[in-house]
């Protein structure tokens, strides 16, 4: 678990409206996200039982699909 130091922002009435993050720990939260979420797309493609494409091959579809360059 990522430890991080927030500010709970009340409003008028007490209620809690919004957390500040200081940047370091807001991108450290961001990044374990994207593991997070890394792992997930893996068990699912690990799960689907598809075809197996070389990366090279998934990698000028997505390019042409979106047409950009990794």
Do not use: C, H
Request: glycine letters at 2%; hydrophobic letters at 40%.
């Amino acid at each position: 678990m990522i430890k991080v130091k927030e500010r709970i922002v009340l409003d008028e009435n007490g209620r809690k409206v919004s957390v500040i993050l200081n940047v370091k720990d807001y991108k450290r939260l961001l990044d374990y996200i994207e593991d997070i979420e890394d792992v997930i797309a893996y068990d699912k493609a690990k799960s689907a039982k598809r075809e197996v494409i070389p990366f090279e091959q998934a990698v000028k579809e997505i390019e042409a699909k979106y047409e950009t360059k990794f």
